[in-house]
């Protein structure tokens, strides 16, 4: 158990759609980093905060817009949903700072299927 | 972007024996990190490198980073069933901005 969790495990919905995925970091982790995971793209980087503000941005749709909390969960959420983006979503943390800043503890994942 | 690729793609191997997996980039990474991930679950990291040059041995597993940190490699002895896995390097730019994946090695190991 890495001490990371989100919810929901599954989500399937249908085209069009939008949804929400939520993450906790580890306790004391400032940095938040979400991936998307699919069979033929790998795990690609989407974006992270750090101790809520945006850090890094990667790969991530203008359908697609995330956020930290100031209790520091994150949600990630996915909007006019595409067949295309049914993959794994995970969500990671890390304590961001000093030698060991991007050593990044990854929760379990959210399964989203788009019908 | 810099972009980190490894090989081989796909490795199957049988109980017993030795095997290497490569992390290549044409840039410079500050750092370096390899996680394994099973299917269906998140990676779970397994160690950092940092210097030029540097050598981690975590049991069975020994991790190497190039004397340039463009390149790393994973040694394994003895392989189990248990080492299979998809192995992924991971890094940040050495101008400390973009966190990348490279795209992985899936290791089979059979009893």
């Known amino acids: 158990d890495s001490g990371v969790t989100q919810t929901p495990k599954h989500l399937i919905t249908a085209t069009g759609q939008r949804v929400t995925l939520r993450c906790s970091p580890r306790s004391g982790d400032l940095s938040v980093y979400w991936y998307q995971q699919s069979l033929d793209q790998g795990l690609q980087f989407l974006i992270q905060?750090?101790?809520?503000?945006?850090?890094a941005k990667g790969n991530i749709l203008e359908r697609f817009s995330a956020q930290q909390f100031p209790d520091l969960h994150s949600e990630l959420n996915l909007s006019s949903l595409e067949l295309g983006d049914s993959a794994l979503y995970f969500c990671?943390?890390?304590?961001?700072?000093?030698?060991?800043?991007?050593?990044?503890?990854f929760g379990p994942g959210t399964r989203l299927t788009v019908l | 972007t810099q972009l980190l690729e490894q090989s081989p793609q796909f490795l199957s191997i049988q109980e017993g024996e030795n095997l290497t997996v490569y992390c290549n980039s044409s840039?410079?990474?500050?750092?370096l990190q390899w996680y394994r991930q099973e299917p269906g679950e998140g990676p779970v990291l397994l160690v950092t490198v940092v210097t030029g040059g540097e050598v981690k041995k975590l049991k069975r597993l020994t991790f190497q980073f190039g004397d340039a940190r463009k390149d790393s490699s994973l040694h394994i002895t003895a392989a189990q069933p248990g080492d299979t896995g998809l192995y992924l390097c991971a890094g940040l730019d050495n101008y400390g901005q973009n966190f990348v994946f490279g795209p992985g090695t899936r290791l089979s190991v059979l009893p």
């Open positions: 840039s410079v990474f500050s750092s």
């Open positions: 990671a943390s890390s304590v961001a700072t000093g030698i060991r800043a991007n050593e990044q503890f």
């Open positions: 905060y750090y101790n809520g503000e945006e850090r």
